[in-house]
Nanobody, 126 residues
Framework: VQLQASGGGLVQAGGSLRLSCTASVRTFDRHATAWFRQAPGKEREIVAHIGRPVGSTYYTDSVKGRFTISRDNAKKMVYLQMNSLKPEDTGLYFC????????????????????WGQGTLVTVSS
């Protein structure tokens, strides 16, 4: 297992959760990382991306201003701080990683990633 996600749970709307992803990739600092989510009955979508070693960040419009992606290369960890959660944030959250060509490289599609965590469930109640 190269990526392990954790931190999901049940939270009320307006609450916060922090997801963590532990990587066992040797060259983690050369990997771009991202969080995806898949809501029930919907396709998987990218939520946030962070370049390598600590490159630029990207957020899907629906989470801008509420979610923050960060990484700690020394610990080989990626985090997703989620604030002001809404019921529509409910879903299975996956961390993903891939070797990045440059620090400016970013990848928005799931098919561009070759390393995936097992997913952690986030449920936001109204």
């Amino acid at each position: 297992v190269q990526l392990q996600a954790s931190g999901g749970g049940l939270v009320q709307a307006g609450g916060s959760l922090r997801l963590s992803c532990t990587a066992s990739v040797r060259t983690f600092d050369r990997h771009a990382t991202a969080w995806f989510r898949q809501a029930p009955g919907k396709e998987r979508e990218i939520v946030a991306h962070i370049g390598r070693p600590v490159g630029s960040t990207y957020y899907t419009d629906s989470v801008k201003g509420r979610f923050t992606i960060s990484r700690d290369n020394a610990k080989k960890m990626v985090y997703l701080q989620m604030n002001s959660l809404k019921p529509e944030d409910t879903g299975l959250y996956f961390c993903a990683a891939r070797a990045a060509i440059t620090s400016a490289s970013w990848y928005s599609s799931g098919i561009e990633y070759d390393l995936w965590g097992q997913g952690t469930l986030v449920t936001v109640s109204s």
